[in-house]
T-cell receptor, first 115, second 116 residues
Framework: DGGITQSPKYLFRKEGQNVTLSCEQNLNHDAMYWYRQDPGQGLRLIYYSQIVNDFQKGDIAEGYSVSREKKESFPLTVTSAQKNPTAFYLC??????????????FGEGSRLTVL | GENVEQHPSTLSVQEGDSAVIKCTYSDSASNYFPWYKQELGKRPQLIIDIRSNVGEKKDQRIAVTLNKTAKHFSLHITETQPEDSAVYFCAAHNFILTGGGNKLTFGTGTQLKVEL
């Protein structure tokens, strides 16, 4: 069953702690993305990766870090430097379609709450 | 960078009526414009998209129009049904010349409610 899997679905964190959200895909997609979703603000891009061992900052990268050691995996770490980490986080992947864009396939999301 | 504005933020229509959601973008180099639907508690899913070399695209009850000169595009849903109730997001795509990669910038979303 192909798709993109995020875990955990719900996560609680104390202030000052780092937390890592998992994202795995078996679609053989080259590109992967992390978005943050807040009410009334749509989907904002945190980081994206077009190929293994390479990634770029999105619009709101401060306080986050990523790695792309394997094609299938793109974990996101929310660090203690992120001032307002409580949010819904969505991972996505797509075929690398060069300059013309293509469909994003989303995971079911991870809801992070900082206590 | 790219900025996408979406209106309205909420839209309520009677079943069977049409619904229109509008978006504007800032970067004239954007070349791909998808629309995503997110039902309550579910992941966003692509419902229709349009590329910059096309002015209009239809798929059954949904259609998207693009005006490159004015830098705006719209989603049209005809004969709305209760299952159309969801949040709809527009987006604009750029290929980033510096650093590489494809980047999709989303609008802030429209909550559509189809009332019986």
């Amino acid at each position: 069953d192909g798709g993109i899997t995020q875990s955990p679905k719900y996560l609680f964190r104390k202030e000052g702690q780092n937390v890592t959200l998992s994202c795995e895909q078996n679609l053989n997609h080259d590109a992967m993305y992390w978005y943050r979703q807040d009410p009334g603000q749509g989907l904002r891009l945190i980081y994206y990766s077009q190929i293994v061992n390479d990634f770029q900052k999105g619009d709101i990268a401060e306080g986050y870090s990523v790695s792309r050691e394997k094609k299938e995996s793109f974990p996101l770490t929310v660090t203690s430097a992120q001032k307002n980490p409580t949010a819904f986080y969505l991972c996505a992947s797509s075929i690398d379609s060069g300059t013309s864009g293509g469909e994003l396939f989303f995971g079911e999301g991870s809801r992070l709450t900082v206590l | 960078g790219e900025n996408v504005e979406q209106h309205p933020s909420t839209l309520s229509v009677q079943e069977g009526d049409s619904a229109v959601i509008k978006c504007t973008y800032s970067d004239s180099a954007s070349n791909y414009f998808p629309w995503y639907k997110q039902e309550l508690g579910k992941r966003p899913q692509l419902i229709i998209d349009i590329r910059s070399n096309v002015g209009e695209k239809k798929d059954q009850r949904i259609a998207v129009t693009l005006n490159k000169t004015a830098k705006h595009f719209s989603l049209h849903i005809t004969e709305t049904q209760p299952e159309d109730s969801a949040v709809y997001f527009c987006a604009a795509h750029n290929f980033i010349l510096t650093g590489g990669g494809n980047k999709l910038t989303f609008g802030t979303g429209t909550q559509l409610k189809v009332e019986l």
